[in-house]
C-alpha cells in the first residue's frame, strides 16, 4: 500500500494554498520521517507569502515544526546531546541542514553560514522527498540537521518555537554579552522581542526596557520581564533617547538590541548606548535597510556593533533548556495564542499577518 500524507502548497505569493497529498516513502539513510505535531507561521513565511522575498513555489512554508518520530533511517541513533532516538520520541530540529565540508563551519565555527545551506520550508514540493516544511503532515529530516529531543515537561505550544525563536535569541542575547547588572534596551516586541526580553532578564539584566508602538505588545512584554516600556507611537526619536539615557543611570544602556525590522530605529539605539555598549542586529533580514548613522559615533564611544543571523547549534541546545528551565517564570504557553486546521491555513496566515495573532499554530 502506498503511504500519502497531505500538505497546504504554496502555489505562488498571495494566492490561496491548495490542499494536496503526497507519497511518504521509507526513510533513507541519515533521515528521520517526522509526523508533524505542530507548525507555527513565522513572520518570514508571511514575507515569503507576500512576495517580499524568494521562495521556491509551489512548496511547503513553514520551517518552525515540532513532531514524533515516525521512522528512524539507518545511521541515526542519537540526537545531537547523545541521547537514544527511538520512533515515537517528539523531537526538534535545526531550521537549516547542510551536509558536507564547509569553510566556514570547520573554520570559523558558524555552521549555519555555510555557502550552500539549507532551510527546511524553502523547497519545490515536487521534489524527493516533498515533505521540507512545516505545513503539512510529515516532514523529512535530511542529512545535516541537529535533532534534540523534546522534554516532556514542555507542551507542544512552548516547544514549536524553539527552532526559530527562541535558538535566534539565543543567538543575539550572546552576542550581545549581556550580564550581570546589565540595562539593556529590546527595540521591537514581536515574538523575537518577548524572548529577548526573557533571555536579557535570564542572563541578569537590572533593568530591560522595551520598545514599540502597539498598546497590546508593550502590556505583554512586562509578563515576559520588561521593567520599562515605551510607547513610540506617542514620542519624537529625540524623546525616546533621551528617556532611556533617563532610565539607564548613570551614562545610556549596556545593550541595545534590534528585533523590529525597521532601519530607521538604528541611530536611535546607538544613543542609547553608553560608552563601550554594545548593539546587536536581528531583525533587518531583508535587503535594503538603508540608514545615515554619524560613524563618529561609533569611534568616540567606543561602540561594538554587530549583526545575527541564524544560530549555532548549541542555540538550539540552549534554547530548549532556557524555556524548560524558565516556564514558570514568564507565560512561554501564551506566545502560540492560536490554532488552526491544515485546512485553515488561509486564515491563519491572515490572522497572523494582520498581527491579531501573537503565534499561530497549525496542527495538521
Ligand atoms: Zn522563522
Not at 570547520?106 to 514540493?125: A, F, S, T
Not at 540595562?183 to 526573557?198: K, M, P, R, S
Not at 508593550?218 to 529625540?238: C, N, Q, T, W, Y
Not at 494582520?354 to 503565534?359: C, I, K, T
Request: glycine share 10%; with cysteine; hydrophobic share 40%.
Amino acid at each position: 500500500m502506498i503511504r500519502t500524507g497531505k500538505a497546504a502548497i504554496y502555489e505562488a505569493p498571495n494566492t490561496p494554498f491548495i490542499i494536496k497529498e503526497y507519497p511518504v516513502r521509507p526513510a533513507r539513510a541519515g533521515e528521520v520521517l517526522v509526523r508533524i505535531s505542530m507548525s507555527t507561521i513565522c513572520r518570514s513565511d508571511i514575507h515569503s507569502y507576500e512576495g517580499k522575498r524568494p521562495n521556491p513555489c509551489p512548496g511547503i512554508l513553514g520551517h518552525e515544526i515540532i513532531g514524533t518520530i515516525a521512522e528512524l533511517g539507518e545511521d541515526i541513533e542519537k540526537d545531537m546531546r547523545g541521547d537514544p532516538l527511538k520512533v515515537g520520541d517528539r523531537i526538534t530540529w535545526s531550521e537549516y541542514f547542510y551536509d558536507g565540508d564547509c569553510y566556514y563551519g570547520e573554520i570559523h565555527d558558524m555552521p549555519q553560514k555555510c555557502h550552500g545551506v539549507r532551510k527546511y520550508g524553502h523547497d519545490l514540493v515536487a521534489d524527493d522527498p516533498h515533505f521540507l516544511g512545516g505545513f503539512a503532515e510529515y516532514c523529512y529530516i535530511l542529512p545535516g540537521t541537529w535533532i534534540l529531543k523534546l522534554p516532556d515537561e514542555l507542551s507542544d505550544e512552548e516547544a514549536t518555537p524553539i527552532n526559530c525563536g527562541v535558538a535566534t535569541m539565543a543567538s543575539v542575547t550572546e552576542a550581545a554579552e549581556i550580564g550581570m547588572g546589565d540595562t539593556v534596551v529590546v527595540q521591537g516586541l514581536g515574538l523575537l522581542g518577548l524572548y529577548g526580553c526573557a533571555m536579557a532578564k535570564a542572563r541578569g539584566a537590572r533593568l530591560v526596557i522595551g520598545v514599540d508602538s502597539v498598546a497590546d505588545r508593550l502590556e505583554i512584554s512586562k509578563k515576559f520581564g520588561a521593567d520599562d516600556v515605551l510607547d513610540i507611537s506617542r514620542m519624537d526619536p529625540a524623546h525616546v533617547v533621551s528617556s532611556v539615557r533617563e532610565l539607564c543611570k548613570p551614562d545610556g544602556a549596556d545593550a541595545v538590541i534590534e528585533v523590529c525590522g525597521v532601519p530607521e530605529v538604528i541611530p536611535q539605539g546607538l544613543q542609547m548606548l553608553r560608552i563601550g555598549g554594545r548593539y546587536v542586529l536581528g531583525g533587518l533580514v531583508s535587503p535594503n535597510a538603508n540608514v545615515t548613522i554619524d560613524a563618529n559615533m561609533l569611534v568616540k564611544k567606543w561602540i561594538t556593533m554587530r549583526g545575527i543571523h541564524n544560530y549555532h547549534p548549541r542555540h538550539l541546545i540552549q534554547a530548549v533548556d532556557f524555556v524548560l528551565t524558565n516556564r514558570k517564570r514568564f507565560p512561554f504557553k501564551d506566545i502560540v495564542d492560536s490554532k488552526f486546521a491544515l485546512e485553515d491555513l488561509d486564515l491563519a496566515f491572515k490572522k497572523a499577518s494582520e498581527r491579531s495573532v501573537l503565534r499561530a499554530a497549525i496542527v495538521p
